[in-house]
């Protein structure tokens, strides 16, 4: 107020003056200007001209700008009257801004009006414009963009600044840019970076001569880099185009720790070639690839994903504080900046050091760290809008690339600044940039490099290397816990990125050590952060020796690791295991006394070795943990279910802490604490069912079921308790994972119980629909249990259950719901494929015993020598008896077929599933069938079944269906749903009504079939479109669709070598041999007709087929393999009693000799 009332009262006195001098005609302006302000001055109410206060300070500038005009060649009175109004205009608005109202647009356009045309009074103008321009709504501010971006650059320094302010404030009002605004900002930034290149403010740094215009040029520069940064980031294209002057101007500023050095012209990093090259795919692609790869059978679990870059970039910019952190831990996971120095810069230590400069060097290292400050945003901007391929091209720019490391990257400022803040955003934006660069990491590799070049791998190996020395150094020397923080979490981002099987073991021994030591420390954060990065190390899906040492394997798992790592020359051949100490033990001992924990003699003790195990228990025990650190520790837990031997001998505590966190009055805990639940379950029934029956292993099925005894009422009483629908899905999911083992040991009540929980779940109209489909995905699981699998009044009622969820408007209920459908049709067609098995088996057994007979007799045959007139009687008698056989045979397999439709007839009336219910299935199966693909994928797979079950007068309802399954295999979507709807059509065929109700609908179903076979690009596609071949066991089911499909299969053979992309390559061996697997089974149905067309097929492939026909014979399981060793001789049994033309005779022995194998 006293400097608004200073400027008041000289533009007051400089007025007076001008009205007693002026002239008459003059006065009324001079007479206005004083009126105006003595309205301000005495604030009143109601402007004395009808028009807002800004409009009408707005038009005394105007006249008064106007006189100045006039009078500018007699004196210079009117430019310092102009001076003097905005001087108090600018103390105004900083005191008294509402005087002025809203309405101040005209006051804006009046001085960017001004500043366009002239640069006289820029610095007062400029000043009186920033306050203005604070807050804008967005469309006023996309309205000032090209004004300010018009106004060009000042020579004057300070005019520059401000400039610069005005600008910054702009474009952060802006979320996105206009095409012409694009336009604007490229000029903008092309002419701040040419002042940086150029050195335009740099030649002023000679002539500075006081700490003043020092601290203004750092200012400048810092604010010139903001306005580049907003530009960057609301301008992707130009942030790439313009890539290597924005990183070399952030890095060359970023680099500025000495206050005492002057300001030097910047460099452009050019990216290197080398990691362009062996980057040439996207991050998403080289992922998928990957996925693939690594695909095993089964469920696994999920490795924890880190926050996405796009999530931070606020946080970035203005890094958060670390109590923020500590509240909401869901949503700051990993990455958030909790860089509480952001607003306590005074307790770092370097402000306490600069506490003994003078005032004003403490100034100038204040204004040296906001310049750091904005580099590091800048080089955050830049590096978010390249894609991964660009920006690892300048990786060499930012991290380190050897073990003796250099000081121009993040981890070194990280490592050395004065200042807290920089330090703890240095890190942060490493952490960022290893963000997912897991497929770009994955290429390093320290093997022994050839003695004329350095290979990338090793380069690349070098620089992973030389990160973690640089983190472990800074874990080992910094105090500060918002830079503990943010290491630590850069650490477990750089963990879950590299490729430790790889690398030279040796570096995680280095710094896991203080990262145990931080996982004790008195702040949360820091501890949460140190579990953070021990759980993205025990989450590692290939184990090291020197890993499973760290984090406290048992012997006999680790024996395996030792194993898989024999062939590994650079492996070292012991690692001592990191245990608690002693003193850490009694340490440990006393504070559960201090906190009344539980006895430690009355539970299982965990071994010492075990140390992260011992700890996260620890502090699940402890009722004084905060939510966060209670939190991380069942995501420790979590990514130990991975590793299970680590959890195997501890599930009765496990069982105890688990049940506790169900417990917990924090909802975040309680989630977690069930998605825990569920991986450990998932676990223990995968153990279960690769275990043996030991002795040993029936002791630990025991505890698995004691386990389950010990968490059944807590999953209840949450469950009830709960008012969150994600934790109740969450423990629906966890009950599904029980497993068969567990299951039919529990006591019935508690099995009952169990069912009639989750029954009620599903059934509860009230209740959420993804918590009823949650719990019924949990029935379905248990309807394929062997005890419930033949209770169909069970499994009829959960069919129900799945009708009313099955067109939910949710796509994730009805997903669930699909999902369970097709469970619930596997155990209704499970009785007759048990059947079918037991039928197929004897047939086996019968053909095998007939075939062995059938030798002998020919052995017996060829030692008799009879003439030839005998031979010739008996010759025409064996031929009667072979054709009185042949009808014997066929009646007999006759009999047969009518003997199998009667028993399936049997079975299907003792099924006695009700019609009604089966037609609604089957109706539901169809409709959903028209839905999105991941609810199409279990909706073919369930239709397939039920179909098996249709009557045959069901005539309309199985073209219907059929049509419907065609048109899946047929459209263009997932690969998922075409090979789930092709083991559907295999299903299908099974049923023989469906080729005698219409020949136009098996026609369409051959051909298609042969599209599939030959021409689609997904293998599993094909392998699954041959497999339904495999399905059809009589020859009058081809009809005359019987060439075609064979020609469709020589055709497919021939083309199973040619891969279109290389990710089909572990799906070619499988494809094959199913290919010749149904040639082998179609040939075995041949007829003497088909012989001459088999062999029309396959003259034109001959060596491709006998190629691939032996491969596969050599290569697959032996019982797998008799189908092709004996298809030869088959045939040649088959036909020996058959009166062959020559033509047939001839195909035949080409087909033999085509085939042929040597046992």
Known sequence: MDKERRAYEALLQTVNTRLRSARPADQVHHERQLQFLRDIDSQTPTPPYGVQRAAQLTQLLTEVAGDGQKSANADGESLQLISL???????????????????????????????????????????????????????????????????????????????????????????????????????????????????????????????????????????????????????????????????????????????????????RVQPAQQSLAAYGQDADELQAASSQSNAAAGRRVKSRKMRSLAKQRTELVQPTTSGGAQEERLQQLLLQGSTAASNGDSNSNSDNAAGAQSAGVKQQRQCQVKLRLAALQLLGAVTKQLPRRLLYGYWHALFPSNSAGDADHLLHLGANDGNVRCRALALQLAAQLYYGSKPFLSQANDTTAPSNYTPFALSLASSVLAAYGQLTGILQREFAPPVLTQCLKCLAVLVQATPFDQLQMGFVYEFVPHVKKLARHMDTGVKVSALLVMEMLVATTRLTQEIACAVGLPLSERKAVVERQRHNVRAAPEFEQLCDSEEEAEEEQEEQEQEQLPNPATQPSIPRNSWLLRLVLRYLDCPGSAAPLRLECLQVILAMATHFALLRDHLARLAAVLSAALADPSLDVRLYGARCLDAVGFQMARQA??????????????????????????????????????????????????????????????????????????????????????????????????????????????????????????????????????????????????????????????????????????????????????????????????????????????????KEDHAHAQLEQEEHISQSLLMRLIEAAVAACSDHDKVRANAVRALGNLLRLLPSAEHELMLRAMSKLLDCVRAAGSAKVKWNACYALGNLVRNRSLFASSGSLAGTLFTTLGQLIVQHANFKVRINATAVLLQIEHRADFGQHYAGMWAALVAATERSNALDTFVEYNHRDGLQQQLCLAMAHMLARARPDDLLTCRQAMESQLEAISGTWRRVAYRILPEQATALFNCGSMLQQRFAANALTGEQRNALTFLVAALRLES
């Open 689 to 898: 069912q690769e275990q043996q029956q030991t002795e040993e292993e029936q002791l630990q099925l025991q505890q698995h079921l004691l386990f389950w005894q010990r968490l059944l009422q807590s999953i209840y009483v949450a469950y009830l308790a709960a008012n969150s629908a994600t934790l109740k899905c969450a423990l629906c999911d966890a009950l599904s994972n029980m497993g068969v083992c567990s299951f039919e040991r529990l006591p019935q009540p508690q099995r009952n119980a169990l069912l009639a929980f989750l029954l009620g779940c599903s059934s509860d109209d009230a209740a959420d629909p993804l918590v009823r489909a949650a719990a019924l995905r949990a029935l379905a699981v248990y309807v394929l249990q062997p005890t419930l699998r033949a209770d169909l009044v069970f499994v009829e009622h959960a069919a129900e259950l799945a009708l009313r969820l099955i067109g939910d408007p949710q796509l994730a209920v009805r997903i669930k719901a699909a999902w369970a459908l097709g469970n619930i049709s596997d155990a209704l067609v499970a009785p007759s494929l048990e059947a079918k098995k037991r039928q197929e088996e004897k047939q086996r057994q019968e053909e095998k015993a007939k075939q062995q007979r059938q030798q002998q007799q020919l052995e017996e045959e060829e030692e008799v020598e009879l003439d030839v007139e005998l031979q010739e009687e008996e010759a025409e008698e064996e031929q009667e008896i072979e054709q009185q056989q042949e009808t014997a045979q066929q009646k007999k397999e006759k009999k047969e077929e009518e």
């Open 85 to 267: 109004w905005l001087q108090w205009l600018h103390e105004l608005l900083h005191s008294r801004r509402q005087l002025l109202g809203d309405e101040t647009q005209s006051l804006r356009d009046w001085l960017l009006q001004r500043l366009q045309q002239q640069n006289t009074n820029a610095v007062e103008m400029l000043r009186c414009l920033l306050p203005l321009l604070d807050a804008l709504p967005v469309g006023v501010a996309r309205a000032q963009l090209p004004q300010l971006a018009a106004i060009p650059l000042p020579s004057s320094m300070e005019a520059a600044l401000l400039l610069l302010l005005c600008q910054d404030a702009v474009l952060g009002a802006l979320t996105e840019l206009q095409p012409a605004e694009l336009q604007l900002c490229s000029q903008l930034a092309s002419t701040l970076l040419h002042a940086h290149y150029a050195g335009s403010w740099l030649l002023q740094a000679s002539q500075l001569s006081t700490a003043g215009l020092q601290e203004q040029q750092t200012l400048l520069v810092a604010h010139s880099l903001l306005v580049l940064q907003k530009i960057a980031a609301l301008h992707a294209e130009y942030a790439q185009q313009q890539a290597p002057e924005l990183l070399g101007l952030a890095l060359s500023y970023m680099r500025r720790m000495d206050t005492s050095a002057t300001l030097q012209l910047p460099h």
